[in-house]
């Protein structure tokens, strides 16, 4: 039982080139949430996914989109990344009592 | 002003001190409310549930208001392991959405 997977869990990109955070949950769980946390910003909301193929915006979507492929996998696409993008990503899920939520252990991205 | 606002600190008190944190939410449709603790470089990870009428866990204690919309943590007898950021964290009623303060970071020294 694995909990939250994400990977990579190291990245480092030149500015322009594109890639995607997987996340992976075996939880069974509806929500699905992508945050980044920068030194002193605590966590802030990407994007959220209540349920399968529903996605939302949350606090700063800029420069980034997600896709809910599945109920187990919510994937968060930098097309094209910026210096202001180096940040620590984290994903996670709650059931849906709104209950604990559980982290992946991170992706460390430089641009 | 954010949903969920907490001081951010630090906190640098000796071992053995008892520490206090508090963390104020805008939203009364708030439904759950929670203290995680965040190690360096690592993922937060769940401390406590925190519920209206107080609840407490060894050395930890949380209290709820939901008049003055305030959570706050109660660290007794602090140890050098207390040293981390402690977040507040609140999730609404559908689950949809989970927000995070900033942190409070706590460093206990010898």
């Known amino acids: 039982n694995a909990g939250v997977t994400q990977t990579p869990k190291f990245q480092v990109l030149k500015t322009g080139q594109s890639m995607t955070l997987q996340c992976a949950q075996d939880m069974n769980h509806n929500s699905m949430y992508w945050y980044r946390q920068d030194p002193g910003m605590g966590l802030r909301l990407i994007y959220y996914s209540a349920s399968e193929g529903t996605t939302d915006k949350g606090e700063v979507p800029n420069g980034y989109n997600v896709s809910r492929l599945n109920k187990r996998e919510f994937s968060l696409r930098l097309e094209s990344a910026a210096p202001s993008q180096t940040s620590v990503y984290f994903c996670?899920?709650?059931?849906?009592?709104?209950?604990?939520?559980?982290f992946g252990q991170g992706t460390r991205l430089t641009v | 002003r954010k949903e969920v606002e907490q001081d951010p600190g630090p906190f640098n008190v000796p071992e053995g001190a008892t520490v206090a944190f508090n963390c104020t939410y805008s939203n009364s449709a708030s439904q759950s409310f929670f203290w995680y603790r965040q190690d360096c470089r690592k993922e937060p990870k769940l401390l406590m549930s925190v519920y209206s009428s107080g609840n407490e866990d060894g050395r930890f204690t949380a209290q709820l208001n939901r008049a003055s919309q305030y959570i706050s943590l109660l660290i007794r007898d602090s140890k050098l392991s207390d040293s981390a950021t402690y977040l507040c964290v609140v999730i609404y009623s559908s689950a949809s959405k989970i927000i995070f303060g900033s942190g409070t970071r706590l460093s206990i020294r010898p």
């Open positions: 996670a899920t709650t059931p849906p009592w709104g209950t604990e939520a559980f």
